[in-house]
T-cell receptor
Framework: KAGVTQTPRYLIKTRGQQVTLSCSPI?????VSWYQQTPGQGLQFLFE???????NKGNFPGRFSGRQFSNSRSEMNVSTLELGDSALYLC??????????????FGSGTQLSVL | GENVEQHPSTLSVQEGDSAVIKCTYS??????FPWYKQELGKRPQLIID?????GEKKDQRIAVTLNKTAKHFSLHITETQPEDSAVYFC???????????FGPGTSLSVIP
């Protein structure tokens, strides 16, 4: 079974631009979560989607948004990029909904650099 | 919302010694506590987890303990080996909501 796939692997953008990151979960997984990872800050929760609905959201500004498609693939968008948005963005999928389904499987991440 | 604290932020041990990482959580409704290991340049992977109806769980050299009253849980690694060197993240979750909140991580170095 294929793992969680994130594209692109690396991105370089300039301030003010916008960016879209993509995540394909493991087949059969319906929950997709997004995390921002920076040195010293660990894994900061962005949002979580299940069956095309955003169920949970972290404490990030409205410039960060996402969506999930009917095939469970998810995209994350960041508008009006700032230097502080430079980070590794990790996507994780799980079966979702209920005990024993919580194990997260992470993708390799998208390394975003904002110049 | 849930907040998870983790200590220490860095830890160095001699090969063969034990390592202990401690975490506290704020939301008493949290009932699932996983630990993830992230080796340098790799993705985080689940190494062990514990539910709120269990006080301790072991898997070979690693064990996790949970004190629900005090709202803290710990990871214990015995007989450490160089391949245990990584960043370890604790996390907390209330299983009705698929929102896993992570601690800031502990960078463990095992010195041969």
């Amino acid at each position: 079974k294929a793992g969680v796939t994130q594209t692109p692997r690396y991105l370089i953008k300039t301030r003010g631009q916008q960016v879209t990151l993509s995540c394909s979960p493991i087949s059969g997984h319906r929950s997709v979560s997004w995390y921002q990872q920076t040195p010293g800050q660990g894994l900061q929760f962005l949002f979580e989607y299940f069956s095309e609905t955003q169920r949970n959201k972290g404490n990030f500004p409205g410039r960060f948004s996402g969506r999930q498609f009917s095939n469970s693939r998810s995209e994350m968008n960041v508008s009006t990029l700032e230097l502080g948005d430079s980070a590794l963005y990790l996507c994780a999928s799980s079966l979702g909904r209920g005990p024993t389904n919580e194990k997260l499987f992470f993708g390799s991440g998208t390394q975003l650099s904002v110049l | 919302g849930e907040n998870v604290e983790q200590h220490p932020s860095t830890l160095s041990v001699q090969e063969g010694d034990s390592a202990v990482i401690k975490c506290t959580y704020s939301d008493s409704a949290s009932n699932y506590f996983p630990w993830y290991k992230q080796e340098l340049g790799k993705r985080p992977q689940l190494i062990i987890d514990i539910r709120s109806n269990v006080g301790e769980k072991k898997d070979q050299r690693i064990a996790v303990t949970l004190n629900k009253t005090a709202k803290h849980f710990s990871l214990h690694i015995t007989e450490t080996q160089p391949e245990d060197s990584a960043v370890y993240f604790c996390a907390a979750m209330e299983t009705r909501y698929d929102k896993v909140i992570f601690g800031p991580g502990t960078s463990l170095s095992v010195i041969p």
